[in-house]
Structures are given as C-alpha cells and as structure tokens.
C-alpha cells in the first residue's frame, strides 16, 4: 500500500516536501525561543516568543484559509516558502553583525508565523488533488507519520546543532528546509481551475459563506464543535499538567517527561501505519471512537496516577489520538467542496489555537485550587461522556429516521 504511494511522483513529493518544511517549522520555533533566552536570560521575554509564534493563528487563520482557496495553491505555497528563506538568513546576519536585537527577533518570529497561517491549509488542501479518495486514508496516515517522526528527531538534530555550530545555525537551516520545499514543490502537476483575487470586502464575505455553510452542515459542524472540546480539556494535562505531577512524584521530572513523549510518539507513529490496512474511508464514528479512546487515556492518568501508570496512559491516548486526528482530517477531505477546503483547515487551525490557549489560561487557575490527579481524570471522563452523549443523540436521530420511515412505508 505505503509502497504504491510512494512510487507516485505528485505524492512522493508531496511527503517530501512536507516532511522537509515542517522540520523547518519546528527548528525555527525552537530556534526562536533558545535565541531570546540567550539574549535576555528573561523567562518573561522567552514567554514573548512564545506568544508572537501562537498569535498569529488567532489573528489570521480564517483569513489564511480564504488565500488558500483563491490562489493557485502550488504557486502560493511556493511564494511564502521563498518569502520565508530571506526571513531566516536576517536573523544569522543580523547576529553576526551585533544588530540583533529582541524586538527584531519577535518581529521575524511573527512574520514567520503569519506565513505559516496562509501555507499551511494551502499545503493541506493540496493532498486531496494529488490522491484519490480510497488513496487518502493511507496518504494521511503516511502525511502524519512523517511529520510525526521529524518531531520527534527534531531534538537530537538540535542537540546536535548546539553541541556544534550554535544556536545561530539553526536558521542557517531553516533556510534550506525551505529551498528543499520550494524544490519539491515545483515537481507537483496539479490541475487548478483559474481563481479570481480577493478585495478586504470580497474576504469577510468569504469567511462569512464558509461559516453559513457550515453550520448547515451537520457532520463537519460537530466534528469542529468536539475537536474543540476535547482539544480544550486535553491541552493542559498532556503540556503541563503531567510535568507538575511527575514534579511531585520523582527528582528526574524531566527525564520521565521526555521518555513519556518518546513513548507516545512511537505510539502514535505505529498506529498511523497500522490504520490504513483496517480501516479505508473514516466517518463520524471512527472520530468518535477515536476521542473515547483519548479520553480513557486521560481519564487513566488521574485514576491510577504514577509514573508507571503514566506510560500506560499515554499508550492509550497515543491510539486514540491519530484515530480522531486522522477521522478529522479525512472528512474535512471528504465532505468539503474543493473551493471550500482551505477555510475548513484554517478554521480547523484557529479553533485548535484557540481551545489550546483557553486551557492553559483556564486549568492554569484550577490548578492553584484543585489537585492535578482529580484535573486529569475529569478531563478525560468529560471527554468520554462528550462521546457517549454525541452517539446517543446519533441513535436517537436514527431511530426516529427509522420510525417515519416504517410509518410512511405503512402508509
């Protein structure tokens, strides 16, 4: 399956070209912040990088999603990735020069970002022309494993870096990640009809007609609502919360964290793999399903709390995770017109950002007041009560279906 894939040019390059690019968006937010701190030593100015790399999304990821959809998407992509090249060389010029200064860094910090808003539901809503509909399962999967597997190596090139070159280089590399996108690319042939630009007026409207579409659209509508809501009450336990509780349980925090991601990642990877071969065209339910199983996970962190119990959890939730993740990805896909596939993903982006931003602003303040283990398990029986609620209302929808059909066939 993955073997077929591979040996066609538009999707090989396709994987390659994102694999390479978001090697370079991980490294340059790293990047950004190991420069800050190294500049100021403040947690405060460090926390400021933070922020100007997750603004951003807030501010222009439904504007992102309308240019996806009113460019021609190849030749966008290729424009920001060139626009990004330049952005990255001024940091390492401007360092060995002594001009670098912080409000410099956040200002290129925020421009990088903001690009990212426009590439990435462009880059996204490229997979569905290259591949055909029973190809998108294996394609997605084969997507996230790559991008999941740079993540994870993304530390030890790092380390790397640091132990050779410096902090400076890594925008040297960033860089080039962005020229071996810009190459891979320009391989693409892809067939896209001509788009008609866009006014400040024509946008709103544009942004505006997604949102009354979707609302009448009851599958994408309630697959945006509960990624919302399990986003929302996973972001705080899995960034932050399970950091303080192995703080409170072992002096090599730090290290267990790190091997509770290693775990998870691997995880994750194998069950993306594994997908594709049971299950070809996902629907509602497997998204569903998929959350459940992330709640349990969730759930069983708080329930059995230890360091043991921990790796279980995360075991769990790293089957449960790529099974939503993908489900989500394959019906936005699926169930949403060409035209309209940039606004589904850049929607998809900002509602992420958002829920990720309200919980750790929310669970921030619960936390001085209620015990981190009783934070983790209701985080993941609301979750999974979220799913049996969602099923219920499905069946009973069903059912009532199935009883005005009986009754008119009776008639």
């Given amino acids: 399956m993955y073997r077929s894939l591979w040996k066609q040019k538009n999707i090989r390059f396709y ?196 949102f009354v579409w979707m609302v009448r659209q009851t599958t994408i509508r309630n697959l945006f609502f509960f990624t919302f809501y399990t986003v929302f009450l996973n972001t705080w336990v899995w960034q932050v919360g399970l950091l303080l509780a192995l703080e409170e349980m072992t002096t090599k925090s730090e290290e267990w964290y790190s091997g509770i991601q290693g775990v998870f990642g691997a995880t994750v990877i194998l069950t993306n793999m594994v997908l594709p071969f049971f299950i070809k065209r996902f629907s509602l339910h497997h998204y569903v399903a998929g959350a459940a199983i992330w709640g349990v996970g969730i759930a069983y962190y708080g329930f059995f709390y230890g360091v043991g119990h921990f790796f279980i959890g995360c075991i769990i939730v790293g089957v449960g995770m790529p099974v939503a993740s993908l489900a989500r990805v394959f019906l936005i896909q699926s169930e949403v017109p060409e035209e309209k596939m940039g606004r589904a993903f850049s929607t998809n982006a900002v509602l992420l950002y958002a829920s990720n931003t309200l919980s750790l602003m929310l669970y921030g303040v619960l936390s001085a007041y209620m015990p981190i283990r009783w934070l983790m398990f209701t985080s993941g029986g609301m979750i999974v009560a979220g799913c049996l609620i969602l099923t219920t209302i499905h069946f009973i929808k069903l059912s009532k279906l199935r009883g005005r059909f009986l009754v008119d066939s009776f008639k």
Avoid: W
């Fill in 15 to 210: 994987l390659l070209g994102g694999g390479v690019s978001r090697l370079g968006d991980v490294l340059s937010a790293m990047a950004f912040l190991f420069l800050a701190y190294d500049m100021t030593g403040s947690n405060v100015h460090t926390t400021g990088v933070a922020l100007a790399e997750t603004v951003p999304y807030l501010l222009f990821g439904l504007i992102g999603g309308v240019v996806a959809d009113s460019f021609p998407r190849k030749k966008l992509l290729i424009r920001l990735d060139l626009l990004r090249v330049p952005l990255m060389l001024s940091i390492s010029l401007l360092h060995g020069v002594h001009l670098l200064t912080y409000p410099v860094l956040i200002l290129v910090s925020f421009l990088v970002q903001t690009i990212g808003c426009f590439f990435n539901p462009a880059h996204r809503a490229v997979l569905p022309m290259v591949t055909t509909e029973d190809e998108r399962s294996a394609a997605n999967s084969l997507y996230d494993t790559i991008t999941r597997g740079v993540t994870i190596l993304t530390p030890l090139i790092a380390i790397t870096l640091l132990n050779t070159v410096g902090v400076l280089h890594f925008f040297t590399l960033d860089a080039l990640t962005y020229i071996i996108s810009v190459y891979c690319l320009t391989q693409l042939t892809l067939e896209e009809p001509v788009k008609k630009s866009q006014t400040i007026r024509s946008i709103c409207l544009s942004i505006k007609d997604f």
